[in-house]
């Protein structure tokens, strides 16, 4: 693990490469240094109705959630945090300029004891890859 889930606004597709910022996160996340490649994953899931702020349909909104296997240590998830939205804010950068959006990220820890893994994603990486976390 970590788990990335980012829920955004229809609207945002017009504005921002969707498939471009799953991966600019998915590297931002390798980057941190804290979790194993092999856990990551990054999923985006458009919200076709929403009610934003005044309802004004120009408004946008991008929420990011981290859920992590538990037993690190908050500065470690504090540190982890901090670099992953820096680089949420980063790539949403240019649209923020342009367009009314709010940006939001929950990062929280997953019990390890309810919640079982299975999987084959590890057999296909290198072994420098595959330490669990």
Known sequence: MPHLSIEYSA?????????ALCDHLRL???DTGVFPMAGIRVRA?????????D???KHGFLDLS????????????????????????DFMAPALAQH?????METRDIDPELSPKAG???????PETTQEG
């Open 66 to 89: 981290v859920r992590l296997r538990g037993g690190r240590d908050l500065a470690t998830r504090k540190r982890a945090t901090e670099h992953i939205f820096a680089a949420l804010t």
């Open 120 to 126: 084959t994603i590890r057999d296909h990486l290198p």
């Open 100 to 104: 009314p959006i709010a940006l939001s």
């Open 45 to 53: 899931f458009r919200a076709d109705h929403v009610a934003i702020a």
């Open 11 to 19: 609207n945002l597709d017009s504005m921002i490469d969707m498939h």
């Open 55 to 57: 309802g004004d349909p």
């Open 28 to 30: 931002a996340t390798i």
